[in-house]
Every structure is written in C-alpha cells, then in structure tokens.
Nanobody, 114 residues
Framework: VQLVESGGGLVQAGGSLRLSCAAS????????MGWYRQAPGKQREFVAL???????NYVDSVKGRFTISRDNAKNTVYLQMNSLKPEDTAVYYC?????????WGQGTQVTVSS
C-alpha cells in the first residue's frame, strides 16, 4: 500500500496550493480519505475528510478556505487550499481508512509566509 502526497511548497499568505494524494494497493473507492497536518511542536490534527460516499467534513479553522475532493478513477484525493494563513504551516498527511485498515502517507510540507 502506498499513499504519495504531492503539491506542497512555500506560498505567501493569501495564496493557494493544491495537494494531491495518489493511492495504490488499495480498493480506493472503499476508503474514507482524509487530510491531517502536524505543525512543529504540535500534535497531528484532523483537517478534512471525504467519505467513500463523498460526504465531507472539515475542522472549523479551514472551513470556507479548503476543499477536499476525490477522483476514484485516478485513485487520488485532493485538498484545495485557498486564502492560506501562516498558521496553516505544517506537514500535511494523507490518510486512508476502511474497516480495520488504516494507512498514512509520508507527508508534504506546506509553508505559508507572512
């Protein structure tokens, strides 16, 4: 099983980034897919979830700015991040969850400068 994130980088406050997570080795359309982030010195926190039925959920701090989506044909989940703030700076991780199976990607760094 592999979850490979991409799309991170350095952006100025107010800018946008789109993260991608390409999955392999799983039956993608069975899995709920999520994004989490971990800032330096802090615990990993939930950011967004898209269920296998494409329902979505977000942490309050990103509502209205971030959008999670999935493309089952490409086994890929996306996180569109707009109006980025310095406090969004973190390593962003992709997560796949189904039944007893739970997998993580290696993470991609997002840095937002003020």
């Amino acid at each position: 099983v592999q979850l490979v994130e991409s799309g991170g980088g350095l952006v100025q406050a107010g800018g946008s980034l789109r993260l991608s997570c390409a999955a392999s080795g799983i039956i993608f359309n069975l899995y709920h897919m999520g994004w989490y982030r971990q800032a330096p010195g802090k615990q990993r926190e939930f950011v967004a979830l898209i269920t296998r039925g494409s329902s979505t959920n977000y942490v309050d701090s990103v509502k209205g700015r971030f959008t999670i989506s999935r493309d089952n044909a490409k086994n890929t989940v996306y996180l569109q991040m707009n109006s980025l703030k310095p406090e969004d700076t973190a390593v962003y991780y992709c997560n796949a969850d189904y039944d007893v199976y739970n997998y993580w990607g290696q993470g991609t760094q997002v840095t937002v400068s003020s």
